[in-house]
């Protein structure tokens, strides 16, 4: 059964970092653009970061530009990664990352994309 197993939130405070990580099993997902989102109670999915396949782009949310930064490692199995420094208290949140054989691209700019896989939600809790 393919899965996106996701880890490393946590309770943090503001101005700190987290780094979550998500984890193919049961599958490879080396040939798949991977983002990150993340929802918080009565709002909308929001778009966080999308890394293509090949790890060459990236595309952010103006809301955490400069601040979070994805990565990918395919050596084994597909891990994203999502380095999240300065954190504000408005970045609590469930987080989730995501597989799509469409582009990267696509993922920063459409909510319509099809994904393939989801991960489990990762809680992040940012205190003042």
């Known amino acids: 059964q393919e899965q996106l197993i996701g880890s490393g939130g946590g309770l943090v405070q503001a101005g700190g970092s987290l780094r979550l990580s998500c984890t193919a099993a049961g599958r490879t997902f080396s040939s798949f653009a991977m983002g990150w989102f993340r929802q918080t109670p009565g709002k909308e999915r929001e778009f966080l970061a999308a890394i293509s396949w090949s790890g060459i782009t990236t595309y952010y949310a103006d809301s955490v530009k400069g601040r979070f930064t994805i990565s990918r490692n395919d050596v084994k199995n597909t891990t994203v990664y999502l380095q999240m420094n300065s954190l504000k208290t408005e970045d609590a949140a469930i987080y989730y990352c995501?597989?799509?054989?469409?582009?990267?691209?696509?993922?920063?700019?459409?909510?319509?994309?099809?994904?393939?896989?989801w991960g489990q939600g990762i809680q992040v809790t940012v205190s003042s």
């Open positions: 995501a597989a799509t054989a469409s582009t990267a691209q696509a993922m920063s700019q459409s909510p319509n994309v099809p994904y393939t896989t």
